[in-house]
């Protein structure tokens, strides 16, 4: 049974710092490159960072580019992303997922998680 578990959202002021880290299981992490995507209250979700399945090459989007830094422990199945320098436009479910491709235009392979949310307001 594939699970993901995202953790690490919250409230921040506009020009804080967040580290978001999603624990999966139930399928071979380290063969999969791993996404994370957002959806923000009537907006589709969205592909914002993804990082390969040996961690070599990463991509975002470019409203984030710059200010987050995706990464994998393929030791430990988790994926993180560190978002910095926050926008109040961030404000947004977050959740993570894999995906058969790297890149920012691909389909999640399975289905989503809880997700976490981050807010960012003064």
């Not at 002021?13 to 299981?25: D, E, I, K, M, N």
């Not at 914002?48 to 399945?53: F, P, Q, T």
């Not at 920012?104 to 949310?117: D, E, I, K, N």
Request: charged share 15%.
């Amino acid at each position: 049974q594939v699970q993901f578990v995202e953790s690490g959202g919250g409230l921040v002021q506009p020009g804080g710092s967040l580290t978001l880290s999603c624990a999966a299981s139930g399928f071979t992490f380290s063969s999969y490159a791993m996404s994370w995507y957002r959806q923000a209250p009537g907006k589709e979700r969205e592909l914002v960072a993804s990082i390969a399945s040996a961690g070599g090459f990463t991509i975002y989007v470019d409203s984030v580019k710059g200010r987050c830094t995706i990464s994998r422990d393929n030791a430990k199945n988790t994926v993180h992303l560190q978002m910095n320098s926050l926008k109040t436009e961030d404000t947004a479910v977050y959740y993570c997922n894999a995906n058969r491709v790297f890149g920012l235009s691909v389909s999640p392979r399975w289905g989503w998680g809880q997700g976490t949310q981050v807010t960012v307001s003064s």
